[in-house]
């Protein structure tokens, strides 16, 4: 008579290599992440450039905004000063239209240097990019490997799937629901065998020879007193 925890421990073996698959299959989004999070740096500086860069063109952006103000203020007192009736009025619209063209001068001068200043932010953004670019081909190798290894143990895991399906056909329903249950609750080993010197596989405690005795009975099914998991000891 063959023993009712063999289909078992065949079945055990499958859930086994099932447990660890779908262990590594959890773990792979964490993985990219942590390869992803090697960009963070260079990210973050094109980031810092671009911000920069926004800064600086809104800076313009006002100057301009300026220096058309400036400029119909200018038009403004000529129109007025055409208009003069004394030379008194005359010469007060002379003063102020210098006034406000020396504080035209000055903008146009601030200008120059904010349009430097955006030509070189406009280089460091394209360094930025250049370099966040170089970085994800450094990457883009590990990746492609990890969403290879990913497909491949999706697939196997399907199959092996199936594989457990039919195993768990083979087992005595009683037992299987045991089996289970321990498995879910230990998580490594449900069924164990007797190690030598009768000590328990699963926590290593030495069994009573009651035990030990049992495990062979293909009528009788026992668990180790310490564990609980189901010890079992097939005959040599
Ligand atoms: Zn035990």
């Known amino acids: 008579m063959t023993h009712p925890l063999e289909p078992i421990v065949a079945l055990q073996k ?3 290599k099932l447990i660890r ?4 299959i959890r773990d792979i989004p964490q993985r990219q992440s942590d ?10 500086k094109l980031e810092m450039a671009n911000d920069s860069r926004k800064h600086t063109e809104a800076m313009l952006k006002d ?37 406000v063209e020396a504080e035209i001068k000055e903008l146009e001068d601030k200008e120059i240097r904010l ?8 280089a460091i953004v394209e360094e930025c990019e250049a370099r966040l670019n170089t970085e994800k081909e450094g990457i883009a190798d590990e990746l492609a490997e990890l969403s290879d ?3 491949a143990l999706n697939e196997r895991m399907e199959g092996l799937k199936d594989d457990r399906r039919r195993a768990a056909e083979l087992c005595d329903r009683v037992l299987l629901q045991k089996y ?44 180790c007193n310490f564990c609980g998991r ?3 000891n097939p005959a040599p």
Do not use: W
């Not at 390869?35 to 973050?44: C, F, P, T, V, Y």
């Not at 349009?115 to 406009?122: D, F, I, S, T």
């Not at 596989?201 to 005795?213: A, D, R, S, T, Y």
């Open 14 to 16: 499958k859930d086994r």
């Open 21 to 24: 698959i779908m262990r590594e």
């Open 35 to 44: 390869i992803e999070a090697q960009l963070d740096g260079a990210r973050k």
């Open 63 to 99: 100057i301009e905004l300026e220096i058309d103000a400036c400029r119909e203020k200018v038009n403004r007192y000529k129109n007025q000063q055409m208009e003069a009736k004394t030379n008194d009025q005359y010469r007060a619209f002379v003063k102020e239209i210098g006034m």
């Open 115 to 122: 349009m430097e200043n955006l030509e070189q932010g406009k």
């Open 149 to 151: 290894r990913s497909e």
């Open 180 to 223: 289970t249950r321990i498995l879910n609750n230990k998580r490594d080993f449900a069924v164990v065998m007797v190690e030598s010197g009768g000590h328990c596989g699963g926590c290593h405690m030495k069994l009573p020879p009651q035990v030990i005795h049992d495990a062979r009975n293909p009528t009788k099914i026992v668990s």
């Open 230 to 232: 189901i010890v079992y």
